[in-house]
C-alpha cells in the first residue's frame, strides 16, 4: 500500500512571537504546498527520502535510489528530525514501533522563510503514515501531533503552524485553541529575501531577551497582542474594504516595529518591507519567525508595482493566494 497526503504552507498575518507567549495570533494557510509519499519498507527501519530540500551547508545527491548526505550525519539527522519525529510519533499512536516505514517527499516551500515548511512536512508525513497504519485522524487531530513534533524539535512551538497547515483557511488562534475566521481573498505580495532563519533559534533569542529583561519584553508582547485583537475586529468588522485594508496595513506596520524591536528583522527583511511600503502597500511587515525568510505587504490597489518593488530591492516577489484547503490525502493505492 502507498498513500501520498499533502499539507500547505502559511503565513501568519499578525501575532508571530508573542503567539509563543500565549498571546493571540491571526494565520492563513496558502497555495504552496509539500507532498509526501509513505509505505512500509521490510527492513523495519525509518526511511527518509528528502528529494529536494536545500539547506545550507547540507547537500543530498542520488546515485539510483540511493541518496547521499555530503555533510556530517549530525546536520543531515537535525535537518529530517521533524519527519523523524512524525513517523516515530504516529507510529507510537498505532501501535507499530519497529514497522518499516519509508516516505519520500517533495516540497514547493522554501525552507526556513517564514512559511511554515517545518509545520507542512510534520503534518503531511503524519497524514500519510497515519493512513497506511490505518488510523483514523481527523485533520484537527493531525494538527495537534504536529504541533507535538514542533515542540521535540524546537523544544517551543504556539503550534499555530502545524494547525492551520492541517486545517486550512484563515484562523483565529489563541493557546491551543483556535477559530474560523470567514475565508476572504487578502491582496498580498509575500517577498523572499533569498536567505533562510531557524524558527527554533529565534524562538530560542527571543527567549534569552525575554528573560534577562521581562519588565521590557513583556509590554512589547501584550502590544502584539492588542494588536492582534483589533485586527481581528476589523477583519470582522462591516466597514468599508478600503477602511478595513488601511487599518489592517498601520497594524502590520506597527507590529512589524515590534517584531523588528525583538531583533528578529534584517536588513533585507526591513529593505524589502520599506520598498513595499513606498511602493503604495498599505502595510508590510515580516512573516513567521523572520531571521531572513519572507515580509508581506497588503496591496489591494497595486499588487504588481508592490512586486516590481521588491524585485528591485533585491527580493523575490510571490503572489499567492489564500487556501481553503488543509491536509488532504491525495491518492491511496494498493
Ligand atoms: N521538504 C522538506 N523535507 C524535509 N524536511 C523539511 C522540509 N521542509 C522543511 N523541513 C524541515 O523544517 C526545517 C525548517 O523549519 P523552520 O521552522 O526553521 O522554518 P519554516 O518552518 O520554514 O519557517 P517558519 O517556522 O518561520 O514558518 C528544516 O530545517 C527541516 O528540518
Ligand atoms: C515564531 C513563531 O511564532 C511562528 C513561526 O511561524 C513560532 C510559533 O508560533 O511556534
Ligand atoms: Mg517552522
Known sequence: MRVLASAPAKIILFGEHSVVYGKPAIAAAIDLRTYVWA???????????????????????FSEDEIYFESDYGKAAEVLSYVRQAIELVREEADANGRGITVSITSQIPVG???????????????????????????EEVGKLGHQVELLVQGAS???????????GFI??????????????????VGYTGSSGSTKELVAMVRRTYE??????????????????????????????DVRFAQLGRLMNINH???DALG??????????????????????????????CMYAL?????????????????????????????RIEEVLP
Do not use: C, W
Not at 45 to 60: C, S
Not at 172 to 189: A, D, N, Q, S, T
Open 264 to 293: 528578529v528583522s534584517t536588513k533585507k527583511l526591513s529593505e524589502l518591507v520599506y520598498a513595499a511600503r513606498t511602493a503604495g502597500a498599505l502595510g508590510a511587515k515580516i512573516t513567521g519567525a523572520g531571521g531572513g525568510g
Open 212 to 241: 534577562e529583561m521581562p519588565e521590557v519584553i513583556e509590554p512589547v508582547l501584550v502590544a502584539m497582542g492588542k494588536i492582534v485583537e483589533k485586527a481581528r475586529d476589523v477583519l470582522l468588522s462591516e466597514l468599508d474594504e
Open 257 to 259: 516595529g515590534l517584531l
Open 299 to 327: 496591496a489591494p490597489e497595486n499588487q504588481s508595482e508592490v512586486a516590481t518593488a521588491i524585485t528591485i530591492a533585491g527580493g523575490t516577489p510571490m503572489i499567492t493566494r489564500i487556501s481553503g484547503e488543509g491536509l
Open 113 to 139: 522563510a517564514g512559511l511554515g515548511s517545518s509545520a507542512a512536512v510534520a503534518v503531511a508525513t503524519i497524514g500519510a503514515v497515519s493512513r497506511l497504519l490505518g488510523l483514523e485522524l481527523s485533520n
Open 172 to 189: 483565529h488562534y489563541e493557546k491551543g485553541k483556535f477559530e474560523r475566521l470567514p475565508f476572504m481573498e487578502l491582496p498580498i505580495v
Open 39 to 61: 509505505e512500509f519498507n521490510d527492513k523495519g527501519a525509518i526511511r527518509i527520502e528528502a528529494k529536494d530540500i536545500r539547506v545550507p551547508g547540507l547537500t543530498v545527491s
Open 158 to 168: 504556539s503550534g499555530i503552524d502545524p494547525t492551520v497547515s492541517a486545517i486550512g
